[in-house]
């Protein structure tokens, strides 16, 4: 089935007028033609069986049926230290294939990348498509979240309340990640900390710590920074029944 976001208001109308960039993307891309079936997620939990109803020079307009909720899943953002090229764009692409709820790009005292004002706002637009177009393929019904970038403390501080925050490092004091993950409780909001290429700081560490944080583990292997965040997305997703 052919898959399409769009974003609805609650609660949804029966039809839906589509201009611009996604009308292109219905008649041009998909080739639909009035009477062609299609799906529409809003992004939110919510899909629809929809129908192309007429196509007009400036918008396509499309029929909403029946809507199917995706049940609640727990949330899981990945604090994730901006790192060199399009590694990011991998680890948004991949992690949410695997379930990611939330991505909230930080700079850390080891990031090469530093982005201006301008320059973070086109990267985190451009990161946003990542992730819808991520949630089409893979047929998720909600969309994770991209946060603009900011440094690493401040991300960490403005989570939501309740959520268990878990840091990814290499010390001998660190707990593997799965026990700390179960200890967290079913339903309890997550958020994992990954260094960028260079690693987090111990400073950055310790004042993590010191607003709760817990030092994890994935084990004994050394692994890049893109694919720590995906194995341990991996881990998460398998100990709440979502993989293997």
């Known amino acids: ?6 974003p609805l208001p609650d609660p949804a ?5 589509l ?3 996604r009308r292109h993307y219905l008649l041009h891309v998909l080739r639909l033609a009035p009477g062609d079936a299609l799906e529409v997620f809003d992004g939110q939990g919510r899909a629809f069986e929809a129908r192309v109803a007429s196509v007009g020079e400036e918008a396509v307009r499309v ?3 029946t809507a199917r909720v995706a049940p609640p899943r727990r949330a899981v953002g990945v604090l994730q230290g901006l790192p060199k090229g399009d590694k990011l764009e991998l680890v948004l692409q991949k992690g949410t ?4 709820t939330a ?3 930080v700079a850390t005292a080891r990031s090469v990348v530093k982005l201006e004002p301008k320059r973070a706002e086109e990267r985190t637009a451009r990161w946003t498509k990542i992730v819808e177009e991520a949630s089409r393929q893979c047929r998720r019904d909600d969309v994770p979240r991209v946060e603009t970038p900011r440094a690493l403390l401040d991300a960490a501080r403005a989570l939501p309340p309740g959520t268990v925050l878990l840091v990814l490092d290499e010390e001998e004091s660190a707990v593997p990640l799965g026990e700390a993950f179960r200890a967290a409780g079913p339903g309890t909001p997550v958020a994992l900390v990954v260094g960028p290429e260079g690693g987090l700081a111990r400073e950055e560490v310790e004042e993590l710590r010191k607003i709760g944080a817990r030092n994890v583990t994935l084990g004994k292997r050394i692994l890049r920074t893109e694919t720590a965040a995906l194995a341990a997305l991996a881990v998460m997703m398998h100990l709440d029944g979502e993989l293997g």
């Open 63 to 65: 029929s909403l049926g």
């Open 1 to 6: 089935m052919l898959r399409l976001f769009v």
């Open 13 to 17: 109308p029966t039809d839906v007028d």
């Open 19 to 21: 201009t611009g960039e």
């Open 97 to 100: 294939e695997l379930g990611a």
């Open 103 to 105: 991505f909230y790009p």
